[in-house]
């Protein structure tokens, strides 16, 4: 509620004295003739500012974790730093830090038997979609050798995530500079998992890095 409330006085401030921010972008955005109303432009910033900060920051904590339970795929990508790519790809399905989406059905839709009416609301849950056997082969093995991947864990079709190329970059740096930097990582002490129902990962992974040693000619 407080970084609600922080930008909504921000979307005050910015509707009276745009400047050349995110914020007054939104505010001054023109769709289809018209301007964004207040709730829009309020989520927005939350969704854009926080949400992928968040999302971003519980993934690399998942994957790290989730490399520290399977060193041998670390050690294969320090060997193959091409496989990179697919890597930020397994880590993303694998902690799917977005637990669910509501949806409402604009058409009558049967989904393997069930029938779904218009107007019905429906909760898309994306760690179950993620480890959908009929998709993914062995889909509780962390494998940054999967590919194809299509997973949803930065949604899919016109519902993508307007930041995933980024989130993308930010996840391949922090582990080629880990993998460069370090000789090992190990875990010292116990995860602290998130309380929500919201994001799916860790608050707190408390690692101990053992940096690389250089030789005298590097």
Same mark, same amino acid.
């Given at each position: 509620m407080d970084i609600l409330q922080y930008f909504e006085d921000l979307v005050s401030t910015r509707t009276k004295c745009p400047t050349d921010d995110l914020v007054s972008a939104l505010v001054r955005a023109n769709i289809d003739g018209r301007r964004l109303s207040a709730d829009d432009v309020l989520l927005n910033c939350d969704n854009l500012l926080v949400g992928g900060t968040e999302n971003t920051r519980i993934a690399a904590t998942g994957g790290m974790l989730a490399f520290l339970q399977h060193p041998a795929e670390w050690r294969d990508l320090s060997k193959e730093p091409a496989l990179m790519p697919y890597a930020v790809e397994e880590v993303l399905r694998w902690t799917s830090t977005a637990t669910h989406i509501m949806r409402t059905a604009? %058409?009558?839709v049967v989904l393997r038997g069930r029938r779904i009416?218009?107007?019905e609301r429906v909760t898309l849950w994306n760690p179950s979609a993620?480890?959908? %056997?009929s998709v993914f082969a062995d889909?509780?093995?962390?494998?940054?050798?999967r590919h194809p991947n299509r997973h949803v864990a930065l949604g899919y079709g016109e519902h993508f995530c307007l930041g995933g190329t980024l989130a993308r970059y930010e996840l391949r740096l922090l582990y080629s500079e880990l993998l460069h930097n370090t000789e090992r990582i190990e875990l010292d002490g116990t995860p602290v998992p998130l309380s929500s129902i919201v994001v799916n990962g860790f608050e707190k992974l408390p690692v101990k890095f053992f940096p690389r040693q250089l030789s005298a000619s590097s």
């Amino acid at each position: 509620m407080d970084i609600l409330q922080y930008f909504e006085d921000l979307v005050s401030t910015r509707t009276k004295c745009p400047t050349d921010d995110l914020v007054s972008a939104l505010v001054r955005a023109n769709i289809d003739g018209r301007r964004l109303s207040a709730d829009d432009v309020l989520l927005n910033c939350d969704n854009l500012l926080v949400g992928g900060t968040e999302n971003t920051r519980i993934a690399a904590t998942g994957g790290m974790l989730a490399f520290l339970q399977h060193p041998a795929e670390w050690r294969d990508l320090s060997k193959e730093p091409a496989l990179m790519p697919y890597a930020v790809e397994e880590v993303l399905r694998w902690t799917s830090t977005a637990t669910h989406i509501m949806r409402t059905a604009t %058409e009558p839709v049967v989904l393997r038997g069930r029938r779904i009416e218009a107007g019905e609301r429906v909760t898309l849950w994306n760690p179950s979609a993620n480890r959908d %056997e009929s998709v993914f082969a062995d889909s509780d093995c962390f494998n940054i050798r999967r590919h194809p991947n299509r997973h949803v864990a930065l949604g899919y079709g016109e519902h993508f995530c307007l930041g995933g190329t980024l989130a993308r970059y930010e996840l391949r740096l922090l582990y080629s500079e880990l993998l460069h930097n370090t000789e090992r990582i190990e875990l010292d002490g116990t995860p602290v998992p998130l309380s929500s129902i919201v994001v799916n990962g860790f608050e707190k992974l408390p690692v101990k890095f053992f940096p690389r040693q250089l030789s005298a000619s590097s």
